[in-house]
């Protein structure tokens, strides 16, 4: 999984923390679905380390984005619990 957001595409982006209780226990669900879905789409995480969150928007975390070809076309807040979850938003989001 990739740590930025290269803007070619579709991406899957969760916005997380390391210490943020929601991220965590969302983590291995994200990571089940980019497993399930590679091929399909591209997953990052990225962390405040890695990107500005605020330049993208970001108040709250667990977030998912959806990028298309670098341009946002769907946000969730919070934390998905079920791969058929992440797989549905992103499916909409297209």
């Given amino acids: 999984m990739k ?3 290269d803007g070619v595409g579709v991406e899957v982006v969760k916005f997380s923390t390391s ?4 991220c965590k226990s969302y983590a291995p669900v994200f990571q089940k679905a980019a497993e399930a879905l590679l091929g399909d789409y591209s997953f990052a995480e ?3 380390e890695d990107v ?3 330049s993208y928007g ?3 975390v667990p977030t998912t984005i959806v ?3 670098g341009f946002e ?3 969730k807040q919070g934390a ?3 791969t058929e979850q992440i797989k549905q938003f992103v499916e909409a989001s297209l």
């Fill in 67 to 69: 990028f298309v070809d």
């Fill in 19 to 22: 210490w943020c209780g929601p």
């Fill in 3 to 5: 740590n930025k957001i």
């Fill in 80 to 82: 998905m619990m079920t």
């Fill in 52 to 54: 500005d969150f605020r």
């Fill in 58 to 60: 970001v108040a709250n």
């Fill in 46 to 48: 990225v962390l405040p």
């Fill in 73 to 75: 076309q769907g946000r």
